[in-house]
Every structure is written in structure tokens, then in C-alpha cells.
């Protein structure tokens, strides 16, 4: 059996009368590249913290690398590679002294892969980091995290502001991190296409609350989304369990759907006068289904009168 290197249990945290994260259970095995998704204020970074041992819990419990959060030592966190987002240097420093100041805390550092991250993100070592852009402090950052060459990646929403170039940089990063099947990676992000790239598995987190945590293929198979069009009129659809969205327009109805079953399906394939069509969806179409808000709508154009 895989070895688990990330896991919680009944993980909860108040803020006040506020439940931010609700009741986590979660399992992240060694060698995953493992996907956090939630919208803003889902509870993402929350949990992060949780399991960093920064934050206390109000009750349940999490461990990392064995490890009991609470309780994780200077060699257990030397093990793990923690990158927030906001990307935080010492505008005072040189990009030379920031990492001189990081290996400073750590027994092992690996040199060569601290000047390597910085070829790639194209760093002048003599630069003051405060004079850096977004995605060069980013550049600085992953380097500083990579050095001591941690099990244990976390990125909370690493690619918040990049460009695309210095996003693509920071993936193949990460993906170098990976190189050993040892190594994990935890990392949020919205940037969903980043995710589909590189994610082995994905979580979904809804207002603090577990939703779904699976392989990213089997998430993208099982929230279908299923067109059907008619020949006008109201188009009376059977009861469909995990129906999430349901879009209408002249003489078409959208319909997103999550696990549906096979009789489901036979009865939407079975209503008169009625093309059953489904549509491929991305990671981020499903994501969108399935935390988005719920029930019926029509598109905003037809509730609109006058417009030109």
C-alpha cells in the first residue's frame, strides 16, 4: 500500500460563530501531485495552515509526513516546502542574500537547483528582490522552497497574478520536483488549466465542506453536461438525481449533471420529440457545474427588454 503523507480527520475550524473548514477528512498518498480546489473563501488556504500547524484547530486533527500538526519539529518541517500565496521577499535583499538567509535554516541545501529555478525565471542574483516583478519574486520563492529539496511540497495558490509565461515556468518546476516518485506535491490554485495539466487527483472544497476527492479523470467523467433540443414549448424533464444546473433557451435545455445513473440517461434519451447531445467538458466547465449555484436558469439575454 501507498504510504499516506498528508491526513486529517473530523478537521474543523471556527472563526468565531463562522465554520471555515467542516468535518475534513482527507488522504494524500506519497508521489501524488494532488489538486486543492474551491472557489474564494471555500477554505482552502485555511486548511493549509491547519496542517502546517500554524493555525489551531477547534477540534479533529491532521498529520503530516506522520506527524502530528500540532507537533511538527524543526527536522520534520526541514522535510516540507511551503509556499504562500503573495510570494513575500525582503525588498532590502538581494536575490544572493535571500537565499543565503533561507539555507541558513536548513541542514541540507542543494545549490545547483537554487541557481537552476533562478536561470529559468532568467534572475540576476545582484537584483534586490523588492525591485523584482510578480512572477520573478514567484521565480525567488520557488527557489528558496526547491533548495533543500523537500518530500513535501505545499503551494497555496502559487500562480495568483502570474503571466502566463512564468506560470508555465512555475509548472515545469513543479513537475521537475517530481522527477523522484517520492516526492508530493499539494498545491491550490484557480488556475484550473494549470491543474488539469499536472494534477494526479483533485479535492473540492464548498464552504468549508468536502465535496468531492477523486482522480481528476474520474471527476471530469462523472460531471456530464447534456443538451437537449426540442421543437419549442416547455420541455417537462423527469426527476433527475444529481441534476446541479439546469440552463433553458428557445427550444433547448442545458442540463449538468453529476453521476448520472444509467436509467437516468435512458429517460432523457426516451423523451418525444427530443436530440440528446452531450457536450465534452473541461476541468474547468465540471468545476464551474459543480460548485456554481444550483437549480434553474434562463440565459440573462432573454430576461432582458429594449436592448439594441
Not at 491550490?188 to 468531492?212: K, Y
Request: net charge neutral; proline share 4%.
Amino acid at each position: 500500500m501507498a504510504e499516506t503523507v498528508i491526513e486529517t480527520d473530523g478537521l474543523t475550524k471556527f472563526f468565531g460563530g463562522r465554520c471555515v473548514v467542516d468535518e475534513l477528512d482527507l488522504s494524500i498518498e506519497r508521489g501524488s501531485i494532488f489538486g486543492f480546489l474551491g472557489r474564494n473563501g471555500a477554505g482552502k488556504s485555511t486548511t493549509i495552515r491547519l496542517l502546517l500547524g500554524l493555525l489551531e484547530p477547534t477540534r479533529g486533527s491532521s498529520r503530516m509526513l506522520g506527524t502530528d500538526s500540532r507537533a511538527l519539529a524543526p527536522r520534520d518541517r526541514a522535510r516540507i516546502g511551503y509556499l504562500p500565496e503573495g510570494h513575500h521577499v525582503y525588498g532590502w535583499m538581494s536575490v544572493e542574500e535571500c537565499g543565503r538567509f533561507q539555507r541558513s535554516f536548513y541542514r541540507h541545501w542543494n545549490d545547483d537547483i537554487f541557481r537552476a529555478v533562478l536561470s529559468h525565471f532568467r534572475l540576476d542574483r545582484r537584483n534586490k528582490s523588492g525591485n523584482l516583478s510578480r512572477g520573478q519574486r514567484a521565480g525567488l520563492c520557488l527557489a528558496m522552497v526547491l533548495a533543500p529539496e523537500p518530500e513535501l511540497l505545499v503551494l497555496d495558490d502559487p500562480a495568483l497574478g502570474l503571466d502566463p509565461v512564468a506560470r508555465r515556468s512555475l509548472i515545469q518546476s513543479m513537475l521537475f520536483v517530481t522527477r523522484k516518485a517520492d516526492r508530493t506535491i499539494l498545491f491550490s490554485s484557480h488556475m484550473l488549466s494549470d491543474v488539469e495539466r499536472v494534477a494526479d487527483e483533485i479535492a473540492v472544497l464548498d464552504c468549508g465542506t468536502l465535496r468531492a476527492h477523486c482522480r481528476l479523470e474520474t471527476f471530469r467523467r462523472q460531471v456530464r453536461q447534456i443538451t437537449l433540443r426540442h421543437r419549442g414549448g416547455t420541455l417537462e424533464l423527469p426527476a433527475l438525481p444529481g441534476l446541479l444546473q439546469t440552463f433553458r433557451s428557445e427550444g433547448e435545455v442545458s442540463l449538468t449533471v453529476a453521476n448520472l445513473d444509467p436509467a437516468s440517461e435512458e429517460a432523457l434519451r426516451a423523451l418525444p420529440g427530443v436530440s440528446f447531445e452531450e457536450e465534452p467538458m473541461g476541468l474547468e466547465e465540471a468545476f464551474i457545474g459543480y460548485v456554481g449555484e444550483r437549480g434553474e436558469k434562463s440565459f440573462f439575454t432573454t430576461d432582458l427588454k429594449g436592448i439594441k
